[in-house]
């Protein structure tokens, strides 16, 4: 699961480029900006097209399959993909007293399922995260592959939030 930077007026393509901007991004992501020099904004994920497209923030770190659901290409211009992955669960949540009310069959069947259905969850990540590419090339949208030293100088800004 790739994550991307996604900006509107100006192309971001190294660590530097955050400084004084900003950036929809929480966690992880949230303490690279701030690393970076940039502002770190909290957005709930449904917001981010309207905090991009009216300055909120100046750009947005998300993953490609929220950029394809938030079709995120018709008001952002500079995808960069720096290869920056992630890990994404999918969990089955259930309050308790559901679960044990169920049968035992039902809870059987979907304890069996549930490998089935991390496996499909990864596979539909994949393409939307497909689409949102196609999508943003469509729209005309700049697609930022970063040199191998760019992707050097974001691993390296990374490196102390790991430590940590």
Known sequence: LNYIIVSK????????DLKGIKVGGTGIKGELISHCDGVPVSLPPPETYMNLKTG????????????????IWEVGQYFLDYGAGGQ???????????????????????????PEVRVRNSEILVNTADAARQSAKEAGRTLITPTADEVKLWQEASEPLWDA
């Open 88 to 114: 994404t669960g999918m969990p089955i949540i259930m309050n308790w007293d559901s679960w044990n009310a169920l049968p035992a069959d039902i809870q059987e069947i979907m304890m069996e399922l549930t």
């Open 9 to 16: 007026d100006k192309p971001i393509r190294a660590p530097d």
């Open 56 to 71: 909120v923030v100046d750009a947005v770190y998300l993953s490609l399959s929220q950029a394809a659901v938030y079709k």
